[in-house]
């Protein structure tokens, strides 16, 4: 647990490891409390099953008892006699046969992960080494592929290879043949595989249909639990010692050899025959015009078919159907297709989807590598959709300055409402000419990411205090590179709305961020998605205009997720509302309020006559 904490990446939570005793608490919420143990009453020993556990206890206490760390193969007489019993056990009867019914064989789920356990100690005994070696990295369904296995005895323990399969094997020799283990001399057999024209994709179980809210749908109950889904190749490998067969798995991987890191391997991969990804993830129509949208097609192997756009709710796509033809796995090539909105404005939100057709069948997957040092390469095939939007949305044509932080894709939707992004450096930002944007954003955790904010922020807020607009989106509380976020004091919070759906109320109706350039009404907040917000401000200088309200059911009132401030001539806003979830996600509603909050410098010269409290 410790080396997992110190490895935590996604949200920056690495920590130092602790050494020495860490008491934690446990408090008893139901049935009868622990006494001594918190285990007592609950056998946790091969005594469970009887006189035969018990016997299996005593073969591995031996085993133990005799272990030499010089000469580990010694162990592995002993420790085959207990994977032959503990196989024994598994399948005896688990219901005593009686007139009506005869016996049930249905093995003991712990037995069999315990003889498992067995097999890997004496692998691990061994020094057996197996591995099974694709030679591609991926193959679509149908595709034909070479895998070498290999297998190596690195101890003076006798040990014969008996045959060696694999998943979907053709070879006429499958299983291959096999032969002696003589210490430290590998034995290699090449089989080949086709796959089958149906096989499944690749792709993390929990993730093969389409999630609900909070919650992944996983048809196959027995998969629950697992890290990671079963690989789809595995090579079988029986070896015979002390006269008995024991299988030892290996899946089939891709290996290659980088010049600098090494040997890699990542885990082969089934995809489609072809995937699709949009330019986008949203297209947000601000007017009738319609807009060219770009596919990028990458194939899984030789392959030829149409690619359409599937559209929905007035939604148009041209032209009907474009064809593609593939010679080998991973080219790519991209299509255009023009996207026409409904004709009048309003408040539609649609899906449009990629479909490829090939032999007569539709593939609509996109393609996701997740790559990094610390973690095997993960190849996630998500549906290959992007969501369109036609807005009844007031968008400036204005330059806009993204001061990027722990990285989101706030500017790409700021281009979809027409605005021109810059991502500012860090030179820029000390130096630059700020007064040629109409506004500056900052990322989310930008104060927490780019150090040099620090000497940056006095340069900010002579820009606000000249006539421009800043809006800072949220930071957490610890690690901040400066306390003095906006012209007066804010102190972050952890307060947060978990719930998306939380009402939201206008504090402050008058406020020219619920007014221009968009009249803003509750319905902008309909359709959230995983929360409102998060670390909201907890305390504030009064000269901070609260505007919005939102909480979770039954906590207090969170009004600081939302803070304005007039400085000289132009607006500084703090916002801890998720906009980086939102519109990534297409929300129409959270596209128009961020087109107010970058507009709120100009907002300032905006008279509204709405009831409320002054803009304090």
Not at 325 to 354: C, D, H, K, N, Y
Request: glycine share 8%.
């Amino acid at each position: 647990a410790a080396l997992s904490r110190s490895m935590h990446k996604s949200q920056g939570f690495g920590s130092a490891e602790r050494r020495g005793t860490w008491l934690n608490d446990f408090k008893n919420v139901a049935g009868p409390a622990a006494e001594r143990d918190i285990f007592e009453g609950i056998d946790l020993s091969w005594g469970r099953f009887g006189e035969e556990g018990r016997g299996i206890e005593r073969l591995l206490r031996k085993a133990e008892e005799g272990f030499r760390a010089a000469e580990p193969a010694a162990s592995v007489p002993g420790l085959v006699e207990a994977w032959k019993a503990v196989g024994r056990l598994a399948a005896s009867p688990s219901e005593p046969p009686s007139p009506s019914s005869p016996s049930k064989k249905i093995p003991d789920p712990l037995l069999l992960r315990k003889q498992n356990d067995i097999s890997d100690l004496i692998r691990a005994c061994l020094g057996l080494w197996v591995e099974a070696i694709a030679s591609e990295p991926s193959a679509m369904p149908g595709a034909s592929l070479k895998v070498a296995t290999m297998i190596l005895n690195r101890s003076s323990q006798p040990a014969t290879l008996e045959s060696v399969s694999l998943t979907y094997a053709t070879d006429a020799s499958s299983p291959a043949a096999g032969g002696a283990l003589a210490a430290n001399e590998p034995l290699r057999r090449e089989i080949a595989v086709t796959l089958p024209a149906d096989i499944a994709t690749t792709q993390p179980f929990w993730l093969r249909e389409r999630p609900g809210k909070g919650l992944f749908t996983v048809t196959d109950a027995s998969l629950i639990g697992l890290p990671e889904a079963p690989a789809p190749l595995v090579a079988r490998f029986a070896v015979s010692i002390a006269g008995v067969s024991i299988p030892f798995e290996s899946p089939v991987v891709f290996r290659r050899t980088d010049p600098v890191k090494g040997e890699i391997y990542r885990p082969f991969v089934i995809t489609p025959p072809v995937m699709a990804t949009f330019d986008e993830k949203v297209y947000a129509f601000g007017s009738a015009q319609p807009k060219k949208v770009r596919v990028t097609l990458t194939s899984g192997g030789a392959v030829s078919g149409v690619l359409r756009l599937r559209t929905e709710a007035g939604f148009l796509a041209s032209p009907a159907e474009v064809p593609f033809t593939f010679a080998a796995r991973g080219e790519e090539r991209t299509l255009f297709f023009t996207v026409t909105p409904p004709s009048a404005a309003g408040m539609a939100s649609a899906t449009i989807a990629a479909e490829s057709v090939v032999n007569g069948k539709v593939f609509s997957k996109g393609v996701v590598r997740v790559d990094y040092p610390h973690i095997p390469l993960q190849a996630l095939f998500p549906p290959a959709e992007a969501r369109v939007l036609r807005l009844d949305v007031k968008a400036p044509q204005a330059p806009v300055g993204y001061v990027m932080g722990s990285g989101d894709e706030v500017p790409e939707a700021l281009r979809q409402m027409g605005y021109s992004v810059t991502l500012l450096s860090d030179d820029e930002l000390e130096n630059g000419d700020l007064s040629r944007y109409a506004a500056i954003v900052t990322g989310i955790r930008a104060y927490n990411t780019r150090p040099r904010l620090k000497v940056a922020e006095p340069r900010l807020m002579d820009y606000v205090e000249k006539g421009g607009t800043v809006v800072a989106q949220y930071n957490t509380t610890g690690d901040l590179v400066t306390e003095q976020l906006g012209p007066w004091p804010l102190k972050l919070s952890r307060d947060r709305v978990t719930v998306e759906e939380a009402p939201v109320k206008f504090v402050n109706p008058s406020s020219s961020l619920l007014a221009f350039p968009n009249k803003l009404a509750p319905a902008d907040f309909d359709g959230w998605v995983q929360e409102r917000g998060l670390y909201f401000p907890g305390t504030w200088d009064p000269r901070y205009e609260t505007v919005i309200e939102s909480h979770d059911p039954g906590e207090s009132d969170k009004p600081g997720g939302l803070l304005y401030a007039k400085h000289g001539k132009g607006a500084f806003v703090y916002t801890g509302y998720s906009f980086f979830r939102q519109l990534p996600a297409g929300v129409p509603g959270a596209y128009r309020l961020f087109v107010n909050l970058v507009s709120a410098g100009a907002g300032t010269q905006i008279k509204t006559t709405a009831p409320g409290p002054p803009a304090r």
